[in-house]
């Protein structure tokens, strides 16, 4: 067995269950620590209500056209397009937020 055939076959394997583990742990680990402390969870509940609220702006406004560099790349379908547009809209506009963020935060400190 050579190297390369080695990191593409059962390591690769490995990675991919270490990240299933540790994805799995994420989510439940918040879960299971906030049970004790149900109102917890409502502030989550709202935070992942505002993500989607703020993915489907996105999702709307992104056009779902198709263009031969996307088709290379895999996109191949109107959806899957509008998707990764929604998705990147989305993270232009939480940038955009946290950035205002920074500057309101360092704006308020200058003034006290």
Same mark, same amino acid.
Request: hydrophobic residues 60%; charged residues 5%; without cysteine.
């Given at each position: 067995m050579d190297l390369e055939s080695f990191f593409s076959g059962p390591v690769l394997i490995i990675a991919?269950?270490?990240?299933a583990v540790g994805a799995i742990a994420a989510?439940? @680990?918040?879960?299971?620590?906030?049970? *004790?402390n149900p109102k917890s969870l409502i502030k989550s509940l709202i935070g992942v209500v505002v993500l989607?609220?703020? =993915?489907f702006i996105g999702y709307s406004v992104a056009g779902g056209e198709?263009?031969?560099r996307y088709?290379?790349?895999g996109v191949?379908?109107?959806s899957a397009s509008k998707v990764i547009g929604g998705v990147l809209t989305m993270m232009y506009?939480? =940038? @955009?937020?946290?950035?205002?963020a920074v500057v309101? @935060?360092?704006?308020?400190?200058?003034? *006290?």
């Open positions: 991919y269950l270490l990240i989510i439940l @680990g918040p879960i299971i620590t906030s049970l *004790n989607a609220v703020i =993915f198709l263009t031969p088709i290379e790349y191949t379908t109107e506009l939480l =940038f @955009g937020v946290a950035l205002v309101a @935060g360092w704006i308020m400190k200058l003034v *006290n």
